[in-house]
């Protein structure tokens, strides 16, 4: 166990929906990271907030935004969902920043499914 | 640019050794090794700083060529535990997002 939780576990919804993914980082992590898994592309990471200000952008979609609250759990939301949007979404959560480089620890993902 | 692992995937015996290759056309700062159950999360297994040193713990290690853009990671007297998907991840500066290549399945067998 990590301590970085995620929920919901698994979510199956519906093509043009919108969904919400909620991560909580580990206690004193100020740091969140959010990656999409899916079979054929690998990790990919996504976007990463700090104390709650974005701080890196990946491959993230404009149909895609994410937040990080002042208690720093964070919410990524998916909207206008596609089939291809069907994957695992993890949330990995770091240390603050300080020197050297921040171990990641990821969240157990919620599973979507876009029927 | 994602970093490069190899082999995609390598079949073992209990107790036999392994190594996973990851490499960078990009100058690196860290490589961070994680390994991956079947719909489990990534868990991390070491970090390695650009100018530090080799790093292992129990019978896995990894070590980071910086010349080379490359680290590799060693499974010796591999175990059915050690079974899963093995990624690294790159960064080429502090607090630069991370990178992870395609992984590298391995498979242990009795």
């Known amino acids: 166990d990590s301590g970085v939780t995620q929920t919901p576990k698994h979510l199956i919804t519906a093509t043009g929906q919108r969904v919400t993914l909620r991560c909580s980082p580990r206690?004193?992590?100020?740091?969140v990271y959010w990656y999409q898994q899916s079979l054929d592309q690998g990790l990919q990471f996504l976007i990463q907030?700090?104390?709650?200000?974005?701080?890196a952008k990946g491959n993230i979609l404009e149909r895609f935004s994410a937040q990080q609250f002042p208690d720093l759990h964070s919410e990524l939301n998916l909207s206008s969902l596609e089939l291809g949007d069907s994957a695992l979404y993890f949330c990995?959560?770091?240390?603050?920043?300080?020197?050297?480089?921040?171990?990641?620890?990821f969240g157990p993902g919620t599973r979507l499914t876009v029927l | 640019q994602q970093p490069v692992q190899s082999p995609q995937a390598v079949i073992l015996r209990e107790g036999e050794d392994a190594v996973i290759n990851c490499s960078s056309s990009?100058?690196?700062?860290?490589v961070h090794w994680y390994r991956q159950k079947h719909g489990e999360a990534p868990v991390f297994l070491m970090i390695?700083?650009?100018?530090?040193e080799q790093k292992g713990h129990d019978k896995i290690s990894a070590s980071f060529n910086e010349k080379k853009q490359q680290s590799s990671l060693y499974l010796t007297a591999s175990q059915l535990s050690y079974s899963g998907t093995y990624f690294c991840?790159?960064?080429?500066?502090?607090?630069?997002?991370?990178?992870f290549g395609a992984g590298t399945i391995l498979r242990v067998k009795s």
């Open positions: 990995a959560s770091s240390p603050p920043l300080g020197g050297g480089t921040d171990t990641q620890y």
């Open positions: 206690s004193g992590d100020l740091s």
């Open positions: 907030y700090y104390n709650g200000e974005e701080r």
């Open positions: 990009k100058a690196l700062y860290s």
């Open positions: 390695l700083l650009k100018g530090g």
């Open positions: 991840g790159t960064e080429s500066g502090y607090g630069n997002k991370l990178v």
